[in-house]
Every structure is written in structure tokens, then in C-alpha cells.
């Protein structure tokens, strides 16, 4: 079983739409959990950790389930500018710091 | 907004050719990291680096990679005899303890 799983996509969307991404991850210890945003031939970069209550930034809505071992990323009100690759990203206990990476989700968000 | 910076931008070299990539970590941060993309692949997770010492490698990082912090400023990743699969982007990043990671604009290693 891969360490950190997701649905490849692409996620075809309208402008407006709202989205949601999923993501399950291997070790139930795992420590930390996060979003990141990659944009085509670019670095990842950070868009929001994700926290055991459930956290919102703007748009985006990230919820934790540990018991489910999963994590979901909301994205309400796309915009085209959010076109980009999704990563599930988990810091798994023992793992020492380093991020483990899921395959991620790609988006299009169009007219 | 203090960032992670990667050089060269884009490196062609020719198999069984050593090649040398240059990060500039963020200042302040502990933990510096080096991570490969192969095209249409994930990223890939190679070796960490803390208190000057190699903290944890993959099974990617083998006897042709190496990494040095040689100065108070950069982090290098050196391929001894790059082979034609090396060919990927990769990304530097660097990070406090137990937070998230910052990546560099990565470079785009060509092995021909």
C-alpha cells in the first residue's frame, strides 16, 4: 500500500465550483499532516497545515480524520488562478523530519 | 519573505559526468532536505541533513549522491556519474523542527 494515496484527476471544474480532494495515508502514527500547491514544472509550495480540529484559510477548508486515516482539502469558489496540482503531504512519526509525499490531484478550473 | 534558493536554474550533462547543485538554505532553519521530481512522477524524498551530519536517506540516495554543507550558507547535492534516469527536477528545501518545509524553484538536472 502506498504511504500517502490519492486520486491523480484531473478535477475538471467550473469556475464558481466547489472542490474537494482526498487523501489516505499508510501509518496511523503519523505526526503531521499538510496541503501543498504545485504548479506546473514549479516547487511545491505550502498552502495550509492541517489540524486535528479541522482548520480554514479563505476558501480552503482542510479536515483531519486520524481514526479514517484520511484528510481532505475543500476548495469553495474557484477560481482559475487554482489550477495547479494538490499534494497530501504527511510527516509520519519516526520518519525523522521529512515530508512524504502523495502522487497528488490535478485541478483545471475553466470558464 | 526570507526563501530557499537553487542554482543553476537548468543543468545539461552528459552521462558518467559528475554534476554539483547549489542551495541557499533560509537562514535560520535547521534541517535542510533534497527532493527529486522525475517528470509526471511525485516527489521524491533523497536525504536529510541536521547538526551537519546526514539525519535520514531513501534508498534513492545510493554511493553516487553525496551532500556537504560546506559554509555557514550552502547545501550541495553531488552526483558522481550521473546516469540517464538522474534526469528530474530537484528541489532543495530546508525547515525548523517538526514544521513545514520550504522548497527552492529547484534545478532541472538534463542527463544526456
Known amino acids: 500500500r502506498k504511504e500517502v494515496e490519492q486520486d491523480p484527476g484531473p478535477f475538471n471544474v467550473p469556475e464558481g465550483a466547489t472542490v474537494a480532494f482526498n487523501c489516505t495515508y499508510s501509518n496511523s502514527a503519523s505526526q503531521s499532516f499538510f496541503w501543498y500547491r504545485q504548479d506546473c514544472r514549479k516547487e511545491p509550495k505550502l498552502l495550509m497545515s492541517?489540524?486535528?480540529s479541522g482548520n480554514e484559510d479563505g476558501r480552503f477548508t482542510a479536515q483531519l480524520n486520524r481514526a479514517s486515516q484520511y484528510i481532505s482539502l475543500l476548495i469553495r469558489d474557484s477560481k482559475l488562478s487554482d489550477s495547479a496540482t494538490y499534494l497530501c503531504v504527511v510527516r509520519f512519526t519516526g520518519g525523522g523530519n521529512k515530508l512524504t509525499f502523495g502522487t497528488g490531484t490535478q485541478l483545471k478550473v475553466e470558464l | 519573505e526570507p526563501e530557499v534558493t537553487q542554482t543553476p536554474s537548468h543543468q545539461v550533462t552528459q552521462m558518467g559526468q559528475e554534476v554539483i547543485l547549489r542551495c541557499v538554505p533560509i537562514?535560520?532553519?535547521?534541517?535542510f532536505y533534497w527532493y527529486r521530481q522525475i517528470l509526471g512522477q511525485k516527489v521524491e524524498f533523497l536525504v536529510s541533513?541536521?547538526?551537519?551530519?546526514?539525519?535520514?536517506k531513501s534508498e534513492i540516495f545510493d554511493d553516487q549522491f553525496s551532500v556537504e554543507r560546506p559554509d555557514g550558507s550552502n547545501f550541495t547535492l553531488k552526483i558522481r556519474s550521473t546516469k540517464l534516469e538522474d534526469s528530474a527536477m530537484y528541489f532543495c528545501a530546508s525547515s525548523d523542527p517538526n514544521s513545514p518545509l520550504h522548497f527552492g524553484n529547484g534545478t532541472r538536472l538534463t542527463v544526456t
Open positions: 541533513f541536521y547538526n551537519n551530519e546526514i539525519s535520514e
Open positions: 492541517v489540524y486535528s
Open positions: 537562514s535560520n532553519h535547521l534541517y
